[in-house]
Nanobody, 123 residues
Framework: QVELVESGGGLVQAGGSLRLSCTAS????????MGWFRQAPGKERDFVAA????????TYAASVKGRFTISRDIAKNTVSLQMNGLEPEDTAVYYC????????????????WGQGTQVTVSS
């Protein structure tokens, strides 16, 4: 079992930046990947970004590519999401997840989820 704890959410004006962090309770397996998803009120949970824990390869949703950067710190069991150029449309609860399923952009590929952290971007 892996527990994931997110931090770093908050309120920011459009154009601003936030950095989210997610710490795993134990070292993840080498064949796992870590992902960030977000869910706005009344909408489905959408993929944001993912990183291969062992090799560091990254994948981004088109809506955040060039603005968001996902990274990991193996020694600290932490994955981070640097969010720049935030827009009101980025407002959502952001979830960290860990998994080794078939597709990094699908929620069903992930076995473990954090509790979520709220990000609110004002216009």
């Amino acid at each position: 079992q892996v527990e994931l704890v997110e931090s770093g959410g908050g309120l920011v004006q459009a154009g601003g930046s936030l950095r989210l962090s997610c710490t795993a309770s134990r070292r993840t397996f080498n064949d796992y990947f870590m992902g960030w998803f977000r869910q706005a009120p009344g909408k489905e949970r959408d993929f944001v970004a993912a990183i291969n824990w062992n090799y560091g390869g990254t994948t981004y949703a088109a809506s955040v590519k060039g603005r968001f950067t996902i990274s990991r710190d193996i020694a600290k069991n932490t994955v981070s999401l640097q969010m720049n150029g935030l827009e009101p449309e980025d407002t959502a609860v952001y979830y960290c997840a860990a998994g080794n399923g078939y597709s990094v952009s699908v929620p069903n590929a992930y076995s473990y989820w954090g509790q979520g952290t709220q990000v609110t971007v004002s216009s």
